[in-house]
T-cell receptor, first 115, second 107 residues
Framework: DSGVTQTPKHLITATGQRVTLRCSPRSGDLSVYWYQQSLDQGLQFLIQYYNGEERAKGNILERFSAQQFPDLHSELNLSSLELGDSALYFC??????????????FGPGTRLTVL | KNEVEQSPQNLTAQEGEFITINCSYSVGISALHWLQQHPGGGIVSLFMLSSGKKKHGRLIATINIQEKHSSLHITASHPRDSAVYICGVRGAQKLVFGQGTRLTINP
């Protein structure tokens, strides 16, 4: 158990809809990362937040947005969903502020299926 | 060409064999990560390194910055090592991952 929690575990929705994925980092971690993993694209970095502020952006679509709240939990919002958005979405947390320069602890993931 | 290339894509071996998985990258980096993803889907960070070599139990990771290459070695492999191993690099304000190496260890 990494200490990172994600909800929901599974989500099935229709094209055009909007969903929110939630992540709670390990106690004491200030950085939260979001990743998308699909069969054809592999693991892709979406965005990093540190202590409530956006720190780095990866391949995040404009239809997607994220935020980190004062209690450090984070939400990833996916809107105008398309079939190609079906994937595993992982959240990870770490202590440091610099992108990808310390060990990350991954949550169990949310499997999103868009029908 | 992908910024991070792993080889082999698939590897099947017998229990006890010495395993090597390779990762080559084309950008300047400040850190390299090795991740393990079990069949259930969960991801665990194995190593983060920026130079030299790190060891944890039967796992060893090395990196050669000049050659832009890293290797993950598993000694005395075991069926529980069966997983997908993913290499990722921290380049200029981005994190990029390879496609993964699927390792199967048969008893």
């Amino acid at each position: 158990d990494s200490g990172v929690t994600q909800t929901p575990k599974h989500l099935i929705t229709a094209t055009g809809q909007r969903v929110t994925l939630r992540c709670s980092p390990r106690s004491g971690d200030l950085s939260v990362y979001w990743y998308q993993q699909s069969l054809d694209q592999g693991l892709q970095f979406l965005i990093q937040y540190y202590n409530g502020e956006e720190r780095a952006k990866g391949n995040i679509l404009e239809r997607f947005s994220a935020q980190q709240f004062p209690d450090l939990h984070s939400e990833l919002n996916l809107s105008s969903l398309e079939l190609g958005d079906s994937a595993l979405y992982f959240c990870a947390s770490s202590t440091g502020v610099d992108l990808g320069t310390d060990t990350q602890y991954f949550g169990p993931g949310t499997r999103l299926t868009v029908l | 060409k992908n910024e991070v290339e792993q080889s082999p894509q698939n590897l099947t071996a017998q229990e006890g064999e010495f395993i090597t998985i390779n990762c080559s990258y084309s950008v300047g980096i400040s850190a390299l990560h090795w991740l393990q993803q079990h069949p259930g889907g969960g991801i665990v960070s194995l190593f983060m390194l920026s130079s030299g070599k790190k060891k944890h139990g039967r796992l060893i990771a090395t990196i050669n910055i000049q050659e832009k290459h890293s290797s993950l070695h598993i000694t005395a492999s075991h069926p529980r090592d069966s997983a997908v191993y993913i290499c990722g690099v921290r380049g200029a304000q981005k994190l990029v991952f390879g496609q993964g190496t699927r390792l199967t260890i048969n008893p």
